[in-house]
């Protein structure tokens, strides 16, 4: 904790970082936590332990941890297509659309774009051709999860995540 307490402020001031929080764990348990800097920059807001921020693309990896729960259970496969398990019309009814597969979800190789607003959820290569990030992509794997377990993202995590890993300030949005 010396040593973090001696190093993050030259660090955060070198990568022009305004703020974080950090917390070390021993043996399931929180033995020292710290917040460093502002939370807002126009307000001054400063960090503290209990200061909520947004994870953005960090949620991908509990989304992901959530679909591998569901293979656990054999009520989602890594790789026949999704469309299987498609309720819905969320993406376009085309056969390389409906080829997307979990495992192109999760390696980013859907073919989907990074961009958020694509209402036309056109593939911008093969499913399966090459990487390309797709945040696309896991909102539909967000769609997925939803309909196989008939609530919320946020509900499922609860379940299946955030209650048993007892992350009490943890939450889809």
């Known amino acids: 904790a ?19 929080s950090v917390a070390l764990i021993r043996e399931n348990r929180i033995v020292w936590n710290r917040g460093y800097g502002v939370s807002n920059s126009l307000t001054g807001a ?7 921020f947004y994870v953005a693309s960090l949620g991908k990896a509990v989304a992901g ?13 890594i790789d026949e297509p999704l469309a299987l398990y498609d309720q819905g019309v969320w993406l376009p009814n085309s056969s390389d659309h409906q080829n997307i597969t ?11 774009s990074n961009f958020l607003r694509d209402q036309k959820k056109e593939l911008k290569f093969q499913p399966g051709e090459r ?37 009490k300030n943890s939450w889809y949005g």
């Open 65 to 77: 941890y959530l679909a591998l729960k569901q293979f656990a259970k054999e009520a989602l496969s």
């Open 131 to 167: 990487f390309s990030y797709s945040g696309v992509g896991f909102m539909y794997l967000q769609e997925i999860l939803q309909q196989i377990s008939g609530g919320s993202l946020d509900a499922l995590a609860k379940q299946e995540a955030f209650n048993p890993f007892e992350m």
């Open 102 to 112: 979990l495992r192109h979800l999760l390696t980013h190789t859907s073919g989907l």
């Open 2 to 20: 010396e040593d973090l307490e001696a190093y993050i402020p030259g660090r955060m001031k070198g990568e022009e970082v305004t703020g974080l």
């Open 46 to 52: 400063m960090i503290d332990t209990n200061t909520v």
